[in-house]
């Protein structure tokens, strides 16, 4: 493949959602979250492609939309699993790597964003109002 076209990324999105919807991690939060999987796929498709190809015809935001969804540190790490296997499925190694990439980097920040640590092991909850440090 010598480019990335929307063609590509909507393949990519409708595979990849296609197997997390049957996955056994992921597959209870976006099936729960999720009431029309076309829709979903047709708005996930613009999102890649504004991030891939540049195309700035999605219009969302993405923090809000994960925020009232029960999603736990290793989700991220299985998402991105998924993600990887189908775009170098998909793609091939060229348009895959900055796939994952991007997939990588928007992983982390949602993470960040939700407050979700990569190392739950490590968070600590303040204690406010004990007067102790």
Known sequence: MSE?????????????????RVDPDLGPVFNAAIDDWPE???????????????????????????????????????WLALWSDVAESVLGPEHAAPMVDYATRIGRSLRYGLGISEHPELVT???HGSGTR
């Open 40 to 78: 979903h796929k047709r708005l996930l498709t613009s999102f890649w492609c504004s991030v891939a190809l540049g195309m700035r015809s999605y219009r969302g935001n993405p923090m809000a939309a994960h925020r009232p969804h029960p999603i736990r540190p290793e989700h991220f790490s299985r």
């Open 125 to 127: 909850i303040p204690s």
């Open 4 to 20: 990335l076209t929307p063609q590509a990324v909507a393949n990519l999105v409708d595979r990849f959602y296609d197997r997390v």
